[in-house]
């Protein structure tokens, strides 16, 4: 029993940390290796998901969350003019994809303590297409 409840634990602590909000030598925010996987035209649609709380401006009207116009590349918690909860205010990393995939994924688990109501997209095409038309929105400013 003890040794089944152990390996539980490990795999549970091993797979959160698959998800935990930790900085890399390698992360790279120019790095389109889940964006080059996704539909940008499926994105816009899954964007429609996003848009009632966000912006791709980089400034226009205030909404209930940041603009995400040129995300990538830009540090977590750090758009002027927002105010973010104290668990974005204080984290450190920089938007990747693949940040911005475990953040969508699931984004209380992958910083807890963030106000964001979403729940996530739990499918992984959505996700790619999402960050497809990021890219391609971003690029289009």
Same mark, same amino acid.
């Given at each position: ?5 152990l390996?539980?634990?490990? @795999? ?19 790095s389109?290796? *889940? ?7 499926? !994105? ?6 996003c ?6 401006? @980089?400034?226009?009207?205030?909404? *209930?969350?940041?603009? *995400? !116009? !040129? ?9 002027? !003019? ?7 205010a ?5 938007w ?6 475990q953040?969508? @994924?699931?984004?209380?688990?992958? *910083?807890?303590?963030n ?22 929105? @971003?690029?289009?400013?």
């Amino acid at each position: 029993m003890f040794k089944r409840s152990l390996t539980f634990v490990i @795999a549970a602590a091993l797979s959160m940390s698959a998800i935990a909000p930790t900085a890399f030598a390698d992360d790279d925010p120019t790095s389109t290796a *889940l964006s080059s996987k996704g539909d940008a035209a499926k !994105g816009k649609r899954v964007f429609n998901r996003c848009k009632a709380c966000h912006i791709l401006a @980089a400034s226009g009207p205030k909404k *209930l969350g940041p603009s *995400l !116009g !040129g995300i990538f590349g830009r540090k977590a918690g750090s758009l002027d !003019g927002y105010k973010y909860s104290k668990a974005l205010a204080e984290a450190d990393f920089v938007w990747t994809e693949e940040k911005l995939d475990q953040w969508l @994924a699931q984004p209380k688990t992958f *910083l807890p303590g963030n106000k964001m109501t979403f729940m996530g997209l739990r499918k992984e095409d959505q996700r790619q297409d999402l960050m497809a038309y990021l890219r391609e929105a @971003a690029s289009a400013e």
